[in-house]
Each structure stands twice: as structure tokens, then as C-alpha cells.
């Protein structure tokens, strides 16, 4: 096939005629509209647009927060990546002030740069991947009870976060397991009741 040809066939295609192709003062006086100039600029009415069906939203009853939720995957995905965000973020901060109030042998710029690096390398991944780790399994859990009871609501989420922080310190003993799922639940509880009045 010759090149030539389709280069002639396209530019048929695109310029109907020359009273489409722009002159100076069309340009000059404003009277020209540039998307003509794209080769499908005459076609949205002939297109057929791909219906996705993945922005449909959740269709559990209460599911319907300020946050709108597609699903399980979508909590879990943007849930433990915004926890785990914030995380590191928190403990980036409590690095850099930990390392820049440690007491230094030698008053040195470079040892309290590398104090408060390492410092902050320290704190922020425990912190973030903590906060990541409760994160994917509270989203589990509030998911696995959402579908079990086939609503979504306080009750839900806070029985999820109590399960997750009684699972988080389960190896610290009883009191400790007892006191993070208090907490954990009190703080799902919150963010529930935030989500549902904002």
C-alpha cells in the first residue's frame, strides 16, 4: 500500500472541504474553534461509551457514608493504603523529633542529620506498617461481617475493630489484648458515627 495514499485519504477525511481549514483571520478574530482540528471532532454523537460497571457503588443498606465504598476490595485497597500512608507520616514525625532531641557525644551537624535519619527510618515504618497490617485486617473483618449480617452499620465496625485489637496484642496477654480491642473498637466506633453525620 502506498504511504502517499493514506496520507491523501486522511487529510480527505479530516478537511472536508477548504473552507474548514482555518484562515489568519479566523484565528486572528477568534471565530475558529480549535477542536475542529482533531481528526474526531465531528463523531460524539456516533461513539458508543464503555459503561463500567465497577463505579457502581455498594448496595449494602448504611453503606451509603461520606465515603462511598464500591465494595470489600475498595475498603481494603484504600483503607490500609491510607492507613499505611498516615503511619508513616506519624512516625516520620515522632523520628524527627526523637532524633533531634537525642543527646549527641559531639556537637556535629552531619551525626544529628544522621541521628534524625535514622530516627525517622525507625519510627515511621514500625508505625506505618502497624497501622497498615490493622488496617487490612479490621477491613477484612468489618467486610466478612457486613456481608454475614447483610447491613452496614456502627455495631459492625466497632465488633471489627474490637476483634482487631484484641488479635494486634493477643501475644502480650489478656489485660494488654483487652485494652487494644477497647480502644480499637472505640475508634471504629467514632469513625463510624464521622462517616454517617458528615
Known sequence: MDPRSTADQYQATSYNSSQDAPTASDLLLGSFDPTKLHPMAGLHDKLDYLLLE???TSDLPGAGTAIPSRGWSDDLSYGTGTMYLSGLALGGLWGLREGAQRPLAVSNTRLRINSILNSV???GTFIGNSAGVMALVYNSINSTIDYARGKHDTLGSMVAGGLTGALYKSTAGIKPALAAATLASGLAGVWS??????
Do not use: A, E, F, P
Open 54 to 56: 465497577d463505579d457502581k
Open 121 to 123: 527510618t525507625r519510627r
Open 193 to 198: 458515627y464521622v462517616k454517617r453525620s458528615v
